[in-house]
């Protein structure tokens, strides 16, 4: 079992910035990636961002490239999402997941096996 934890969150006006933490615990060393995604009422859970845990390749949607950044910290057992020029669209509840197997790509929800509790961005305008 892994047990994902996010913080972060919070409300932020557009054009600001935040950054949302992810703490994994339990069986992390079972960990092949990481990412971020973000869901809005109504709507399907949408890829953010995904970093693969020993070889830290990055990938990002491409509706924040160029605005947010993954990265990690192997000895804390965290990931980062750094969240730069904040939009309004940008307002969800982010959520951060694990995968436990290998595959060559992780931008999709049924690539993870474990997820967080979520924390809520809130961009005004």
């Known amino acids: 079992q892994v047990q994902l934890v996010e913080s972060g969150g919070g409300l932020v006006q557009a054009g600001g910035s935040l950054r949302l933490s992810c703490v994994a615990s339990?069986?992390?060393?079972?960990?092949?990636?990481m990412g971020w995604f973000r869901q809005t009422p109504g709507k399907e859970r949408e890829f953010v961002a995904a970093?693969?845990?020993?070889?830290?390749?990055?990938y990002c949607a491409d509706s924040v490239k160029g605005r947010f950044t993954i990265s990690r910290d192997n000895a804390k057992n965290t990931v980062y999402l750094q969240m730069n020029s904040l939009k309004p669209e940008d307002t969800a509840v982010y959520y951060c997941?694990?995968?436990?197997?290998?595959?060559?790509?992780?931008?999709?929800?049924?690539?993870?096996?474990?997820w967080g509790q979520g924390t809520q961005v809130t961009v005004s305008s």
């Open positions: 339990g069986r992390t060393f079972s960990i092949y990636a």
């Open positions: 970093i693969n845990w020993n070889g830290g390749r990055t």
């Open positions: 997941a694990a995968g436990v197997k290998y595959y060559s790509y992780y931008a999709t929800k049924d690539k993870y096996d474990y």
